[in-house]
């Protein structure tokens, strides 16, 4: 509130003076950007400069060149306006660059409608506040480039559509905070580096991103992210999306192409405790080796993916929790790979799914892993809780869950409570396995025989169970002791 009223008192005392001000400091502050980057090496030519009554100054048929030709950029016209403490700028609708990279030459062409960039951070002495922002929007943009004829980019093509951009960078408080917003992001391109060449085409319905961190003043202030002085919070979400790509490596060419949900991924470090939270509404996808090759197209789907990580890196005076949360769900391979190993279709072909749900009470101290301290003293378990561990393949399944405290007591953390294992449909894979060649007899009969001496029959055929349970006096698997 204090800032606020602050600003508001300024803006009435000294509008005027600060509007006259602003007129004079664009064209004093442009004029210094121009020298410096001559007195850097660089060229900056424009066919004439325009002073605005209100302060504007525009450029026309602008060009700037970096040193040695690496980088050129021209457009038609440049201008920006003054107004209090921001200056906004706008552009010709086409921009090109071209330059070289490595001795490889580029060129490429910026289309856009609408243009416009803000910010309060060029006129300093302007401004009535510590807080620097940039915003840039416009109706639509292109990059588009490459030479059919050339021997590296052949064409290179990206369309955002109407973007929107929002940067605050708090130099008093020293934190950043943005977001990106696009209606699409359409991508093509023809590329050929050192021998190996990709081809793509993607389109995806939408693209954001946001994000806001402190900004650590040193590399030693940068730890505060796992002592919890520091935070950071990442996000990004993307629409569908459709591909279809061909790579060529070294003479072995494969082709791509498929479709994928809305997808978001969330990396936050807060007070510590570092998530990290990723899901994907599932894929569809043909992988099409090319000539030479013996293989047949391989088609693959999945219904989803997810997994979230919980670390309580800074959880240095209590325990706190950690989180383990992995799904692939429904992933399906086609029948072209299956029919390679198993033509007669004696596997089954249902789909596979690996579930991991795990909760556990932990004190970690990151700074000590860091200091290269013994883990033992860097973590400690208090309790783990397996909600569910599942695993299903070719018909076959293994599920744990469980429970178990932690006596930290000793040197090393004994575990108390008990584990259930179901294990479903083994032996009948490994059967098929033998069968079909892939697995050697003798180890399939020790596998099973393994299962059958520590597992106990379920209601279910080839169903097995072992209840093992960590007390004082040791191991017990069904009630037997292991040794």
């Known amino acids: 509130m204090k800032k606020l009223l602050t600003a508001f008192a300024t803006i009435a005392i000294v509008s005027s003076a600060t509007y006259v001000v602003a007129q004079n400091q664009l064209e004093t502050t442009l004029d210094l950007a121009v020298r410096g980057m001559m007195d850097d090496g660089s060229d900056v030519s424009y066919a004439e400069r325009i002073i605005g009554a209100n302060g504007s100054v525009e450029y026309t048929d602008l060009v700037i060149s970096a040193p040695d030709g690496t980088f050129t950029m021209s457009m038609d016209w440049l201008k920006g306006v003054p107004a209090g403490s921001d200056v906004t700028f706008t552009v010709s609708d086409i921009i090109n660059v071209t330059g070289q990279e490595d001795g490889v030459e580029f060129s490429f062409e910026i289309q856009s409608s609408g243009f416009m960039l803000t910010t309060n951070g060029l006129l300093r002495e302007a401004m009535s506040t510590e807080d620097v922002t940039v915003t840039f929007s416009a109706d639509e943009f292109v990059v588009t480039g490459g030479d059919p004829d050339s021997d590296v980019l052949r064409n290179l093509f990206v369309d955002f559509g109407a973007i929107d951009f929002d940067l605050l960078v708090s130099t008093e408080e020293m934190f950043v905070k943005g977001a990106f917003d696009t209606e699409k992001m359409n991508i ?288 017990l698997a069904n009630g037997q002791p292991i040794r």
Request: cysteine-free; glycine content about 10%; hydrophobic content about 45%.
């Open 188 to 475: 093509a391109y023809d590329y050929t580096i050192d021998g190996n060449s990709q081809e793509t085409e993607q389109t995806t319905e939408a693209v954001s991103l946001s994000f806001e961190f402190d900004i650590p003043e040193d590399e030693e202030e940068a730890l505060g992210y796992l002592d919890g002085s520091k935070s950071g919070v990442f996000k990004m979400y993307s629409g569908a999306s459709e591909f279809v790509m061909t790579m060529n490596s070294n003479g072995i060419a494969i082709g791509m192409e498929g479709t994928s949900g809305e997808g978001s991924i969330l990396l936050e470090v807060v007070d510590g405790n570092i998530t990290y939270d990723v899901n994907v509404d599932g894929f569809d996808m043909v992988v099409t080796p090319g000539e030479g090759l013996q293989i047949p197209p391989i088609e693959m789907s999945m219904g989803e993916m997810a997994m979230k990580l919980v670390i309580p890196a800074g959880a240095t005076d209590a325990p706190a929790e950690m989180i383990i949360d992995i799904l692939f769900a429904d992933l399906v391979i086609g029948e072209s790979l299956w029919s390679m190993i198993d033509p007669d279709k004696t596997i089954s072909r249902a789909p596979a799914q690996l579930d991991i749900d795990i909760e556990a009470l932990v004190q970690l101290d990151a700074m000590a892993v860091i200091s290269g301290e013994e883990p033992t003293s860097a973590a400690t378990i208090y309790s783990l809780d397996i909600n569910q561990i599942l695993l299903s393949l070719a018909g076959a399944s293994i599920q744990i869950d469980g429970a178990a405290t932690f006596d930290n007591s000793g040197p090393i953390p004994t575990p108390l409570g008990s584990l259930t294992i179901d294990i479903r449909g083994f032996s009948t894979l490994a059967n098929q396995l033998v069968e079909l060649g892939l697995l050697n007899k003798i180890q399939a009969g020790m596998a099973i025989g393994m299962l059958m001496a520590f597992g106990k029959p379920g209601s279910e055929a080839d169903q097995f169970i072992s209840e093992i349970t960590f007390s004082e006096n040791g191991i």
